[in-house]
């Protein structure tokens, strides 16, 4: 019946009981918890973690028998069972002040249920340290804290600072446990999207050892390249046939759409485990993790702050910034990255400068697609669509009908986007002609107060120019002057020129010309 994929499936147990498939992460679980104690890990959205953090359990509870045939049976002698605290957030909506508060207080009812404590305090964080305490002096031996999704709760309350704030401050004392009871602990590992390093949240924990961009660990969640061509070989084939592609044509699709991520200057290829075991399950390519859901907030977020969606493609960074979020008033790409939206692309040791970048195909033109809605008068579910017809003028040779399509994108433009006409119409022609690319090749410039844009099609080539309160015939004069159709003279595609003006006062394109 081949391999059993494990989508969904966040339990070490019933992975290895149901003979799922198991990407063996056990050497680098081995190295993790013998040389270090405190640990923090953030990854993007169904990468593993929750895996991570149920292995780690089974780890704990010295359940030798779950890790039969993988590297750490060989490695680990004694296998030690321990008390293991397990905190997950992740299944909760946290939406009044008292979500938060009842979901710690279940798990610690439960706690101290299972070691017999009766609560004598309020205190949230006080019980979790007698808690901590009791277990280690029951088993005789130090507590594992093992804690899934710990920012859950402030990422449902971007946008609602006194929410978060309130939140800040209860996972602050709850959190700071960690340090206060270390005579206690044996291991503690909290994983997320993301790490709230400027707002406090980890101010009382500067114990904890972030290996998120550690290349020692940078393999510990997700499938390698290596992992992908010997564990999958002939899924791979089987991929092919069921599409009609040979083995090297669908390995390299494989590599396009859900290759990558690197979290490390020295990262190793990582592929979405999620959306590769789905397409192995169901022998197509998809938008899977993708089609998972997109945080409105991000785009909100990169409205908020004003940003140029061209950076995107061009972005650089240093390793401060993308270890943690700070005001995302000021900057959203930390949280980008993070979220795995964008990846690190390249690396400037000599400054220590991040390029980053689109992680592949379905990350990029998933959310291309989903910004344009949100810049753009198109409803949410007509992305494509719009795009559809836009390609299929550009492949008629129709450019008036093309024209009117992308003036229609700008009709209702809100008049408190005229302090920022140039970058809203620049952000709208970006995700146009990006999603265009996706279909047609396609290649653009900006500068100041113009863009000039190259579109090529099987029978047809447009060299256009766009200008901000200039004329059209200035635009076209300039396509000539700068002779930016020079490359393709002896082509023997048609060739348009195409000179376009955008109008500040009318808010729209005013006028092409074409020659």
Same mark, same amino acid.
């Given at each position: ?23 063996? %992460? ?10 270090? /104690? ?10 593993? %973690?929750?895996?991570? $953090? ?29 008390? =293991? ?20 207080? /279940? ?24 808690? $901590? ?9 130090? =507590? ?73 660990? +940078? ?22 046939? +069921? ?6 044509? +669908? ?69 401060? =910034? ?22 690190? /692309?390249?690396?400037? /040791? ?29 409803? %949410? ?18 450019? !008036? ?50 863009? !000039? ?55 729209? $394109?005013? %006028?092409?010309?074409?020659?």
């Amino acid at each position: 019946m081949g391999k059993h994929y494990p989508i969904g499936i966040q339990s070490f147990e019933e992975l290895r009981k149901g003979g799922y498939y198991y990407a063996d %992460k056990t050497e680098l679980i081995y190295r993790l918890v013998k040389t270090g /104690k405190y640990y923090f890990l953030s990854r993007p959205r169904r990468f593993g %973690k929750s895996l991570l $953090i149920s292995t780690l359990e089974a780890y704990f509870l010295g359940r030798k028998e779950l890790f039969q045939g993988l590297a750490m049976e060989q490695l680990e002698k004694d296998w030690t069972a321990y008390p =293991v605290l397990h905190l997950d957030l992740n299944s909760q909506k946290y939406d009044t002040p008292e979500s938060l508060e009842r979901i710690l207080d /279940k798990n610690l009812k439960k706690w101290e249920a299972e070691y017999e404590i009766e609560p004598q305090i309020p205190s949230l964080s006080l019980r979790f340290v007698d808690v $901590i305490e009791r277990a280690a002096k029951a088993a005789g031996r130090n =507590v594992v804290v093992l804690v899934d999704e710990y920012d859950k709760p402030l990422l449902q309350t971007i946008g609602k600072p006194d929410l978060q704030d309130d939140f800040r401050a209860t996972l602050k004392a709850f959190y700071g446990v960690l340090k206060s009871c270390d005579a206690s602990i044996r291991f503690a590992l909290l994983t997320g999207v993301t790490k709230f390093s400027k707002v406090s949240v980890f101010s009382d924990l500067n114990n904890l050892a972030d290996i998120s961009m550690d290349h020692r660990y +940078a393999s510990i969640c997700g499938i390698t390249e290596q992992e992908l061509l010997t564990d999958f070989k002939e899924d791979i084939a089987q991929l092919g046939e +069921a599409n009609g592609m040979t083995y090297e044509e +669908a390995q390299q699709t494989l590599k396009q759409w859900y290759d990558g991520y690197h979290f490390g200057a020295e990262c190793p290829d990582m592929y979405n485990p999620f959306s590769l075991l789905n397409t192995f399950a169901q022998m197509r390519f998809g938008s899977y993790w993708f089609d998972t859901g997109m945080p409105t907030f991000l785009v909100e977020t990169l409205k908020h702050t004003h940003y140029d969606l061209h950076r995107l493609t061009q972005e650089q960074t240093t390793s401060d =910034v993308l270890g943690g979020i700070g005001s995302m008033d000021e900057n959203p790409i930390p949280l980008l990255y993070q979220s795995g939206y964008l990846t690190i /692309k390249g690396y400037d /040791k000599r400054f220590g400068l991040y390029r980053l970048g689109f992680p592949n195909e379905e990350v990029e033109k998933g959310f291309i697609s989903f910004l344009l809605p949100y810049y753009a008068k198109v409803g %949410k579910s007509e992305s494509i669509f719009q795009i559809s017809l836009f390609v299929r003028d550009v492949e008629s040779g129709d450019i !008036d009908s093309f024209m009117q399509r992308l003036q229609s994108f700008f009709a209702d433009t809100p008049y408190e986007l005229v302090r920022d006409l140039e970058l809203h119409y620049q952000n709208v022609l970006f995700i146009v002609f990006k999603l265009l690319g996706f279909y047609t090749h396609a290649e653009y410039h900006t500068s100041k107060g113009r863009i !000039d844009l190259t579109i090529q099609t099987d029978r047809y080539i447009y060299v256009m120019e766009f200008k901000l309160d200039g004329t059209a015939e200035e635009a076209l004069r300039q396509i000539e002057e700068k002779h930016y159709a020079q490359p393709f003279l002896s082509d023997n595609r048609q060739l348009y020129k195409v000179g376009v003006n955008f109008s500040a006062q009318a808010r729209n $394109i005013e %006028k092409w010309v074409v020659n």
